[in-house]
């Protein structure tokens, strides 16, 4: 008895969309959609917005930082446009005594929260991977997650392993990357 009752509603419930949909509000739905995805394919970078926003003010510098070196001193990289609507990618931090973070690639706006970057990280703390360089290279991630105004390095594990996380930062600045 029960499995009849529900499956009488259940019934009565497509057959009352199917008498409510029109060919109309069809239309709309799938027009809603195909916007959807249509933004979903179109990465934010090679938006006519954001295009227009690189082109006011392309190429620039932008604090870059690696929290053994300090957060208060930061590092600068120099960002210069390409024609595709990524920029090239070159900076530093560094500290008397040898310490250093180096960034060198290609950098792009995937997202408002996301950075895709190619290229390499390196990384030089006398305390971590036994005073050697940690490089990474290649294809990699910038996520600016929360409230921050930041985007950091989503690898974050250091050479030397043991928990040992690094945070690479970059923070807007005058390049049209980060406005």
Do not use: H
């Amino acid at each position: 008895m029960l499995l009849l009752f529900v499956g009488a509603c259940t019934e009565k419930t497509s057959k009352t969309i199917i008498a409510t949909s029109d060919d109309a509000s069809l239309r709309r739905e799938n027009d809603s959609l195909r916007k959807v995805i249509d933004s979903l394919r179109r990465p934010e970078a090679f938006t006519d917005d954001t295009l227009a926003k690189n082109a006011a003010n392309p190429s620039g510098k932008n604090p870059v930082t690696l929290q053994w070196i300090s957060w208060s001193a930061p590092g600068e990289a120099t960002l210069d446009y390409l024609p595709d609507g990524s920029y090239q990618i070159s900076g530093s931090q560094a500290t008397e005594d040898r310490q250093y973070l180096n960034i060198m690639g290609v950098i792009r706006r995937v997202s408002d929260r996301e950075l895709e970057f190619d290229g390499t990280v390196e990384t030089k703390v006398n305390f971590n991977n036994g005073g050697k360089p940690c490089i990474k290279t290649g294809k990699q991630k910038f996520i600016r997650s929360g409230n921050r105004k930041y985007y950091r390095l989503q690898n974050m594990e250091n050479c030397g392993g043991g928990n040992v996380v690094d945070y690479v930062d970059i923070y807007p600045g005058t390049s049209g990357l980060l406005r």
